[in-house]
């Protein structure tokens, strides 16, 4: 079973404005990572953030991580609507090895 | 550098036939990974590998066989396609110290009738 859940499920926003998505995971982690998935395509690497950052830029991305909730969220300002796409969040496992377990997703639709 | 290649982009199998997808990287990762994506569900891991002749079970592996000879190399393979197989299925390489991000191809579209 996904052990990351994004929520919202799904977001509509306008262009210009703020989006944000969560993720909630229930294990300790080392790390974890946002990707994002373009229709019909695979996924793409955003941003990782470690278990010792609380925040972490990259353009218009902000990343939260609290560890004490077992939470992260993703902030993406100024929304374009080529920010429409899903975004899953992913965190590395490790039972002897690395899996990476992936969350179910936030779909996110900016309306121009 | 061309990243992660997965062929067929596409394909239709009828239940019982078996096929492989293709799955290579120039990224000379030890890591790689097969995962399945259904509507509602996310990426579900099916088998992963750390390297050339290891591999390992992820949450959803029955039904699906892998091997890993090379590094470059990561074949899936499906000895009798059922409906429920039907999905999405993505590869994925990566670093092994699980602080590196994953690439990702661009999926094999499978339909089992």
């Known amino acids: 079973s996904q052990q990351g859940e994004e929520d919202p499920q799904a977001l509509s926003i306008q262009e210009g404005e703020n989006a944000t998505m969560n993720c909630s995971y229930k294990t300790s982690i080392n790390n974890l990572q946002w990707y994002r998935q373009n229709s019909g395509r695979g996924l793409v690497h955003l941003i990782l953030i470690r278990s010792n950052e609380r925040e972490k830029h990259s353009g218009r991305l902000r990343v939260t991580l609290d560890t004490s909730k077992k939470s992260s969220s993703l902030l993406i300002t100024a929304s374009r609507a080529a920010d429409t796409a899903s975004y899953f969040c992913a965190t590395p496992r490790f039972s002897g090895t690395y899996k990476y377990i992936f969350g179910t997703g936030t779909r996110l639709k900016v309306l121009a | 550098n061309a990243g992660v290649t997965q062929t067929p982009k596409f394909q239709v199998l009828k239940t019982g036939q078996s096929m492989t997808l293709q799955c290579a990287q120039d990224m000379n990762h030890e890591y790689m990974s097969w995962y399945r994506q259904d509507p509602g569900m996310g990426l579900r891991l099916i088998h992963y590998?750390?390297?050339?002749?290891?591999?390992d079970q992820g949450e959803v592996p029955n039904g699906y066989n892998v091997s890993r000879s090379t590094t470059e190399d990561f074949p899936l393979r499906l000895l009798s396609a059922a409906p429920s197989q039907t999905s999405v299925y993505f590869c994925?390489?990566?670093?092994?110290?699980?602080?590196?991000?994953?690439?990702f191809g661009d999926g094999t579209r499978l339909s089992i009738l």
């Open positions: 994925a390489s990566s670093q092994t110290d699980g602080n590196q991000p994953q690439h």
């Open positions: 590998s750390v390297g050339a002749g290891i591999t």
